[in-house]
């Protein structure tokens, strides 16, 4: 397998545009996760989710946010309107499960947005 | 309020020594700990992992230790090559919840 993959890998944006930010998992993985890396905060979940459906969602941050999983093999993280503090690279994972083992989470290599 | 802390953000070690990294946890719950490293541009890898029933485990030149009464667990590499340079999250969870990393470890190798 290819592993995670997440496109765009780098993506420069102006205040007020809209972001979409793309993953796709390790083929049969049934978790996915996103999360948002700062110096200050390190690794944040924002939302992960359960054979596509949404488990726990309190990590996003405000209501710009949002995510959907449409299909095993496809995820967003959308992020409308976008703010300079918006600025981090953004982590798309996936796992087996979360038990014991399995909960061994996959990464993507990540996206570096920049909001001007 | 950080349920997972890794209270040195850089350590500096000479090739060939013993890197030690550190990491504290609050929930007494957590039952299985992992540890991963992160090179510039890429996502994390997973290294090494341990069970709360455990109290060490190895994995050629990484040992993970816990000691749950101090809530305490490291990961030992021994001899520490250029290579390991890299930052190094700590990660725990418990039941049927998704990891809680830690903020990250610098880890540079001097040559």
Known sequence: ?116 | DQQVKQNSPSLSVQEGRISILNCDYTNSMFDYFLWYKKYPAEGPTFLISISSIKDKNEDGRFTVFLNKSAKHLSLHIVPSQPGDSAVYFCAAFTGNTPLVFGKGTRLSVIA
């Open chain 1, 1 to 116: 397998d290819a592993g995670v993959i997440q496109s765009p890998r780098h993506e420069v944006t102006e205040m007020g545009q809209e972001v979409t930010l793309r993953c796709k998992p390790i083929s049969g993985h049934d978790y996915l996760f996103w999360y948002r890396q700062t110096m200050m905060r390190g690794l944040e979940l924002l939302i992960y989710f359960n054979n596509n459906v949404p488990i726990d969602d309190s990590g996003m941050p405000e209501d710009r946010f949002s995510a959907k999983m449409p299909n095993a093999s496809f995820s967003t993280l959308k992020i409308q309107p976008s703010e300079p503090r918006d600025s981090a690279v953004y982590f798309c994972a996936s796992s087996l499960a979360v038990v014991l083992a399995k909960n061994i989470q996959y990464f993507g290599a990540g996206t570096r947005l920049s909001v001007l």
